[in-house]
T-cell receptor
């Protein structure tokens, strides 16, 4: 157990729907990062939150949004889902906003859009 | 901007043989570099990291990597492969001078270990 908890582990939904992925960071970590992993794109950075504020933005679609709550858990919202959104979504956490410790990853949410 | 290139999407070695996974980086500032391993149906686990101290970095499970600035490389090695090393390996780079801890990952290299 890495200490980073992601729920649900698996999600199957239809095109056009909206889903919410949840992440609880490791205790004491203030930053949360979201990544999308797919066969054709590899690991793509989506967004980082640090202590409730957006810190960095990557290749995140406008149909996707995220937030970090006061208790530091984070949610990634995916709407108007398309078949191409099927992927593994990872959350990771780190102690600070910009540091050299590397991340601790959760085990991911596998999203299948049908 | 930072980027990482992993040479070889698939590497196959025999058990007991040397493991060499190649990573080249591009960075406009002195980088921090990382290697992660991903086992099937699991998240990524940090193997080792370079953060501008010693250029030869030792990690878990007998892996090590050497930072070579002149070659912009950070190759991962292990003297003797074990069956349990079969997994996907990712090299990643971050920019310590930036105000973010985001990592840019390479495309990954799948390591196959043959008995």
């Amino acid at each position: 157990d890495s200490g980073v908890t992601q729920t649900p582990k698996h999600l199957i939904t239809a095109t056009g729907q909206r889903v919410t992925l949840r992440c609880s960071p490791r205790s004491g970590d203030l930053s949360v990062y979201w990544y999308q992993q797919s066969l054709d794109q590899g690991l793509q950075f989506l967004i980082q939150y640090y202590n409730g504020e957006e810190r960095a933005k990557g290749n995140i679609l406008e149909r996707f949004s995220a937030q970090q709550f006061p208790d530091l858990h984070s949610e990634l919202n995916l709407s108007s889902l398309e078949l191409g959104d099927s992927a593994l979504y990872f959350c990771a956490s780190s102690p600070r906003g910009a540091d050299n410790y590397g991340y601790t990853f959760g085990s991911g949410t596998r999203l299948t859009v049908v | 901007a930072q980027s990482v290139t992993q040479l070889g999407s698939h590497v196959s070695v025999s058990e007991g043989a040397l493991v060499l996974l190649r990573c080249n980086y591009s960075s406009s500032v002195p980088p921090y570099l990382f290697w992660y391993v991903q086992y099937p149906n699991q998240g990524l686990q940090l193997l080792l990291k370079y953060t501008s101290a010693a250029t030869l970095v030792k990690g878990i499970n007998g892996f090590e990597a050497e930072f070579k600035k002149s070659e912009t490389s950070f190759h991962l090695t292990k003297p003797s492969a074990h069956m349990s090393d079969a997994a996907e390996y990712f090299c990643a780079v971050s920019a310590p001078a930036s105000n973010t801890g985001k990592l840019i990952f390479g495309q990954g290299t799948t390591l196959q270990v043959k008995p």
